[in-house]
């Protein structure tokens, strides 16, 4: 594993995706997007990421669904889910399913920031 | 040639005039028809070209925006990124929609971050001249462009423009006096709420949702009004008070609650009984009790008996396990099993002999026990 | 033209009569579709101008929506259902649950929802609040990614009993009621439930949107990904006739408040209240737009202040037939739906108790909908026997036919010129202009096509037999499930003539 983590970002709306991936790649992650469940799923198929952040309203395949998929396939990567739902229910269904972190739209850069680094100290342990 | 011109214009001249109404007609139609497709081809060029400039713009406006939002900009490459997007967005014909794409990107990004970024993103949209096209917009446009005006405003947390924006809180056209409404409270805060009340139009559930979204962030302040509110003539008021007090905690006004549980409205009945299990009230249940007596309402017997489930004891679990056995109604008999296994007692559930429940009261009873459900 | 002598006056007089309600009939017609238009236009120009700085993410947002079930009723579905579950399951709304039937399919479509979704029976005590065939047993998720996911499987008993039996299992205060192979837009059920949250003086039973044609699209998991005009011409004439009747049409009656059909294709509804009016009726073919009147009926018979919505976005694709006969069967049926409808609810026609869809809408649908194509064959008959026998003045009426031609165009005209300055949804010129040239082909085509389809609906109607006389469903009898615990309510007893007086306020029933 190089020491640079490798973030992967699965969002639909492009604007958001842009915007992510701009200010993690400032970061200095190594940043990698898809716009759905499926596109995610076929990427951490053929490359390791530290971390994945992910929407959960999508189309086809959910943030929630992706969520459980990656866990059931014993992946190692935390998720953290980003997303404009913001009712106790998806929390919970989100926790629930194996996710690691919970954040809502709107949010802010410099908290996920934080977070990301926080959940990949945790991961290293 | 001019012969067969003359010679149509006298044949004209000569068919009795129903032929000529008829006639004109058709040609009319026929040209206007022509004329239609004409403009709505035009139309079609004329989207696509917005299309492509939307697209254009938004390609190269974005990695600005991107850094202004992520980097840390001193003074000086924040002036020059200002001067970059006021490059790209200048035209002499299409300014004014250029700065609408660049509107409606800035309140994307806004709409979706916050922190630092949110601050930078206000910072652009004042610099840039946004908020002065907002304000032009709101006291001279239309009633759709007002309202947008207000919206953005609100959006971008123009605080500034509070005093503008109050204005409107009670303007003629309806769309346009929500929109301050809602833009009041969230530049304002709670103070900016008095409108309720003494508000006597009805407030849609819309609204209501709105101003709860905004009220959601003062967080668990007191909010003194609640009272007034409860006590309003306007239904409306009165629910929304309730969400208020039942989102934000107000304990404050109970006795005024213990009374909105008897209120003739069916929606305020039910929301207040809601709010009173929200709020953990179990000093109701006496009450609760008497209500579920009084009414015929199922709506509200069954939110009394998930009531009963939040806030009840034993004596509660007895009335519960009552009700299963003796209530007719599925709804009702469905509600009560429910509150028992909320409280934990599927003891009670699983306890019932032989013969005491009826066929569909056993297969309910069955239903709540299946936790997969 | 008439020349009155001694011998052929009465003739004459005759031909006079029939020429003058023939001429005033279609002047009628343009007349009010022209009114219908500007209508329609009004509308959606305010409705987009709201829209334009809505932002749905407060509702999407809120602990208070209101929750919704969707009902998706499938037979026969193996092909497209795991990929239309799907995609219902990922629309944008808070708190949704989605309920799929199997009615009694003869394919693989619940094995394959049980290995996809990893469902297994659950214990669920089914309340037949209102009579369907046997439900076997109901499904649900062993993933909790797919909690809100309910399966209903169900002795086939047609889509009114499925959806009968949706309604039954749901949990939401609202239905969507949907057909499983249309494909939604992600905002539909926000938008949908928009008009039920804004409506402040009266109660808003339902809301209904516009559907659109889906042939030709570009479709990737569910979703319209590339908006194009069908190709075939018959598809194409299909396009141009949803439009007129979506865009002008029906958002016109919704702001008039006259809708009386809610497509069953995409209609939000009311829950309480379709159970109280006592939910779809199986014995009919249009059991869309029964339970629309039925609906309304039952509201007004008990004095609720009531709504119906329409939300003019299109948020709705469906693929229509390509081939003729296929469309054929397809409005043969719409006609003795509609038929069966209208009959049903006979105590409507201008019944003043009613307001408007007694006095306006009701008549304007009989006139129009259901006897327009009626007078018109007949008007056609007539034409060409006069004309062989000489009786008539033929240039007039070619001229009268050229009008009605040319105002037909127009009129499908400014149908894409509404839509262009609307919803903008067609985005080629090349795809427009293919448009507006099957516009020029319809009146003389697929008009007379349609004609004579529903010509045939009612002769199949009436003289064949083809039809579900008898347990129409009627308002306000059945008082919903109190009483009726544990047992079904046997299907609506005939009964001589609907009872009026109001038992009790549907809200508490």
Redesign the interface.
Known sequence: MSDIAKILIVDDEPLIRDALAFKLTKDGYDVDTAEDGEKAIQKIESEEYQIIISDIMMPFISGFELVKILKERGTDAPVLMLTSLNSETAVLKAFDLGADDFMTKPFSPNELSVRIKKLLKNAKK | MRRFFTETYYFLVALEPRYKIVLFLVISLLILAAVMVIIVLRERSRKNSVENRERRISRSVEPIIQEIVFSEYDGGEFKDAIKKINRIVDSALYRKSNMAILNELILYYHRNLGGEAFNRLEMLYREIGLKQIALDNLRTGEWHIKAKAINDLSTMRMGESLFDILQYTDYENQNVRYEAQYAAVKLGGKKAMGFLDDLDTPMSEWQQIRLLDQSLKFEYELIDRVGKWLRSENNSVVVFGLMIMRHLNQYHEKGELRKLLYHKDEKVQEKAIETARELAYAECLENLYEVYELTKKIRIKKQILRAMGDLGGSKEVGFLRETIAREKEYDLVFEAAQSLKRMGRRDVLISYKEQELSEKGESIVKHILDDRI | MIEFDNQNSLIDVLIYIFFFVTYGYTVFVMVSYLVLGILSVVQARKYL??N??T?Y?????????PTVSILAPAYNEEASIIENV??L??I?Y??FEVIVVNDGSRDRSLIKLIEEYQL?P????V?Y?LATKNVKAVY?S????Y?NLVVVDKENGGKSDALNAAINVSTGEYTLNIDVDCILE?DCLLKLM?P??????KNMIATGGVVRIANNCKIE???ITEINVPNKLLSQFQTLEYLRSFLLGRVAWGSLDGLLLISGALGVFQKELVIACGGYDDDTIGEDMELTVRMRRYAREKDIDYVVGFVPDPLCWTEVPESWAVLRRQRNRWTRGALETLLAHKRLFLNPYYGKIGMISYPYWLLFEWLAPLIEAFGILLLVLFSLLGVINIS?LY??I??IY??T??FT??T??IE??TF?QY?K?RQ??RL?LAGLLEPLIFHPFLVYCSVTGNWDYFFEGKKAWGSMKRVGFKKP???N??RKITASKPSPSPKNPVR?SP??A
């Open positions: 101008r709201r334009s700085y932002d993410l407060n509702i999407l947002q809120s602990p208070e929506a799907r995609s399951l990922s944008r808070p708190n297994e659950v214990d669920f005590a309340n609040a649900k062993k993933n909790p990614t909690n992600e928009k039920f949250l804004e409506e402040t003086e998991k569910g979703r007039f001229l009268f050229a009008l040319g105002y165009v127009s005209i400014a894409l010129y262009e300055i903008f985005k010129r427009l202009l507006v499930s109190s009483g615990k544990g009790s809200a508490g």
